[in-house]
């Protein structure tokens, strides 16, 4: 067995920042939403999803998926926005199998009141801690690594397919 790479000092300290960021980050930003907006962060991102798609809709599944929620905490959630006027859900007119989250009109209208307060955190607490040549190099940063995500995510499935189609075939022998 392969001796395992190690971090070294400044590879652990740039890891930790990051870690450290990931946690308190999202904590900052929802402070703010839950005491203005009584939305939680997650509330807010799907809201924002769904905001910017066609007919402010989308199959719950992708918006899990794009919420990185699993469907049934994402069900949930939507059951007590709806419950709150700001989703409905209705079956997918395409496909019967599957339901649609959809952004009422009240739902939009909320969203646009929650916005100015929220992009004023995000710019406090993010932005504006950064010249234009760092925010370009952390998007850059966050591209080059997301892309690197989706890329050991599809070889993951091409393994896992390729030990199902084995395992398929050693059933019918």
Do not use: C
Not at 140 to 147: C, G, I, S, T
């Amino acid at each position: 067995m392969a001796e395992p790479r190690w971090l070294t000092a400044d590879q652990l300290a740039a890891w930790r920042g990051l870690m450290n960021l990931l946690h308190r980050l999202p904590t900052a930003v929802e402070w703010q939403l839950q005491r203005d907006s009584q939305l939680s962060f997650i509330e807010y991102y799907v809201l924002a999803l769904l905001s910017d798609q066609p007919g402010r809709r989308m199959r719950m599944s992708e918006l899990a998926m794009l919420a990185n929620s699993e469907l049934s905490r994402l069900s949930h959630m939507v059951r007590r926005l709806e419950k709150r006027g700001i989703l409905r859900r209705e079956p997918d007119p395409t496909d019967g199998r599957y339901v649609h989250a959809i952004l009422t009109d009240a739902g939009s209208a909320y969203l646009a009141q929650a916005a100015p307060g929220h992009v004023s955190r995000v710019r406090e607490l993010f932005i504006d801690a950064l010249d234009p040549e760092e925010l370009q190099m952390l998007r850059q940063v966050a591209d080059k690594v997301n892309a690197r995500i989706d890329k050991v995510a599809e070889q993951r499935e091409t393994v896992s397919s390729a030990g199902r189609s084995g395992l398929e075939k050693q059933a019918r022998s």
